[in-house]
């Protein structure tokens, strides 16, 4: 059980998203390239302490489904809505992969070797905030006994871990935006170091609220496009302003080969490994020239089974801003050299918006989905392709990926400077 | 007006299913909170704020201990009611 660098794959799939309450409506949306962006409405704001018309920014990627139309209420109550998504994805991940029950009832996986590595990037802060609402309107006695198990940012990850009786490990990676892909990451390092055979994996995020709308806002990192929101999103577009909030979680269970081929599972793809960074530049602003991703980029060549030649696509990390969508063009331009002209560049933010730390989730399992089906989605909104951008971005109709083998990577940086590269490939 | 010991009960079963989701004929005097209707130690906090509001009484925490059962519950609150 000690064995280290063995083989990980993708056995299983889920998703909440703004494109679908699953992975299959998701991958739908995303290839057929559909905008989950919509305007806030007075609806939405009505519990809130905040008219719609004073906030700068009015326009949201909210979930597709609520969590309140498939989870019964008693969680609901007990459930901050990172988690409530969460446990969605993670519950469809874990089907799609074929346990038929929770570890150790289902006698393919033993607790003990089941872990979970589930990430958000912020946290309970709605759970947090209603709550600070009925303290002062309400008094102390009426503060939930459930908020602190709610607002904790290792709870979706432990009520994941929870749910399928996880274990090996229950862990919580936090670097904002890249906290989605770290958790996929640590979870690939689980199975390699002999941790575990299988591990729930992935990120939520869900904190669509005036504070930080405003907060991200003051900040100049959000798109203003109040007036026309399905074209706010517009990664690499010369005409692009900044991101536009998501909600939602993406999951993948990921298993040793070894494990899965013993139980007959259908594997998706192998996930070769992570490239890791840090900018060490400025706390929110990335780094103009990408020198820490290729860093990332260039750990990931050298610590997997990577062949560049076999590269055919990327799930960038493109939010949608001015400075970021272009340093890490030029850092994949920099390390890849001529082989990024075989790289079919896929913006999925321009439709799911950018989910924060549930972000290297959702896009792992949209990665997962495009080696699968061999289909690049699309980039929406792209009219006009900012010069600086010298690459293959796919513009608005989903492309045909190769045949063979082919390999793709899934970027995600993070506010602090955190830079996650993973690599997958076709089996 | 204090609550019958029937009202009492009628009120926690409905304190009961809006927070562990259990059926409110299923909320009977012999009942564990714990044991057999889903309400952990957390959940129990929410049961006594809830009942406290709806009929009027106070429930220090450390009688809280003592509730075990929803029969428990009915005799405490039909004794401390104003």
Known sequence: MNATNRTVVVTGVGATTPLGGDSATTWEGLVAGRSGVRALTEEWAADLPVRLEDLPVRIAARAAVEPADVLPRPLLRRLDRSAQFALIAAREAWADAGFTAKAGEDEAIP???????????????????????????????????????????????????????????????????????????????????????????????????????????????????????????????????????????????????????????????????????????????????????????????????????????????????????????????????????????????SMTGHLLGGAGGVETVATVLALHHRTAPPT?????????????????????????????????????GHNVVLALRTV | MAATKEEIIAGLADIVNEIAGIPNDEVTEEKSFTDDLDVDSLSMVEVVVAAEERFGVKIPDDDVRGLKTVGDAVTYIAEHQS
């Open chain 1, 380 to 416: 929406i909104n792209l009219d006009r392709l900012d010069p600086e951008v010298d690459a293959d971005v796919v513009g608005a109709e989903a492309r045909q990926l190769p045949s063979g083998t082919i390999a793709a990577i899934n970027n995600s940086f993070g506010f602090g």
């Open chain 1, 111 to 349: 607790a003990e070797r089941l872990g979970a590595a589930v990430a958000t990037g912020i946290g309970g802060v709605t759970t947090l905030m209603t709550q600070y609402d009925i303290l002062k309107d309400l008094g102390a006695r009426r503060v939930s006994p459930h908020t602190v198990p709610m607002l904790m940012p290792n709870s979706p990850s432990a009520h994941v871990g929870l749910e399928f009786n996880a274990r090996a490990g229950v862990h919580t990676p936090v670097s904002a935006c890249a906290s989605g892909a770290e958790a996929v990451g640590y979870g690939i390092e689980m199975i390699r170091s002999g941790r575990a055979d299988v591990v729930v994996a992935g990120g939520t995020e869900a904190c669509i609220h005036p504070l930080p709308i405003a907060a991200f806002s003051n900040m100049m990192a959000m798109s203003k496009n109040n007036d026309a929101p399905e074209a706010a999103s517009r990664p690499y577009d010369a005409a692009r302003d900044g991101f536009v909030l998501g909600e939602g979680a993406g999951m993948v269970v990921l298993e040793s080969a070894e494990h899965a081929a013993k139980r007959g599972a259908r594997v998706y793809c192998e996930m070769l490994g992570q490239g890791l960074s840090a900018d060490a530049h400025h706390i929110a602003q990335p780094e103009p020239e990408g020198r820490g991703i290729a860093a990332a980029m260039r750990h990931l060549l050298d610590t997997t089974d990577l062949k560049p030649e076999q590269l055919a696509h990327l799930n960038a990390h493109a939010t949608s801003t001015p400075q970021g969508d272009v340093a890490e063009i030029k850092a994949l331009r920099q390390v890849l050299g001529e082989d990024l002209d075989h790289v079919a560049i896929s913006a999925t933010k």
